[in-house]
Nanobody
Framework: VQLVESGGGLVQAGGSLRLSCAAS????????MGWYRQAPGKQRELVAY????????SYADSVKGRFTISRDNVKHTMYLQMNSLKPDDTAVYYC??????????WGQGTLVTVSS
């Protein structure tokens, strides 16, 4: 499975961005997909994920009510709609796919910068 993110950029606090993650290859093996982020000097953290079967979602407390994860199964694409962005949301955002056999695939990352 190959993952390609897009949609990062610079935005002012309070603004919005939508990230996309396009999957290709053995997409039938994807059990769940998620977004992680890593800010400078910090560990990578889970932001949100969505289960392939049933579409259940989960969010980090820090983004609940502001971010929405979704997917388009026809396009094999996952999205992260980010609203009310804060400077603390500044990070490199990574797309992740959890595959059968507990294997992981990662995208290359896309930088989100929120200015105050």
């Amino acid at each position: 499975v190959q993952l390609v993110e897009s949609g990062g950029g610079l935005v002012q606090a309070g603004g919005s961005l939508r990230l996309s993650c396009a999957a290709s290859g053995s997409t039938f093996s994807i059990n769940a997909m998620g977004w992680y982020r890593q800010a400078p000097g910090k560990q990578r953290e889970l932001v949100a994920y969505i289960i392939s079967s049933g579409g259940g979602t989960s969010y980090a407390d820090s983004v609940k009510g502001r971010f929405t994860i979704s997917r388009d199964n026809v396009k094999h694409t996952m999205y992260l709609q980010m609203n009310s962005l804060k400077p603390d949301d500044t990070a490199v955002y990574y797309c992740n796919a959890r595959l059968a056999g507990l294997l992981d695939a990662w995208g290359q990352g896309t930088l989100v910068t929120v200015s105050s």
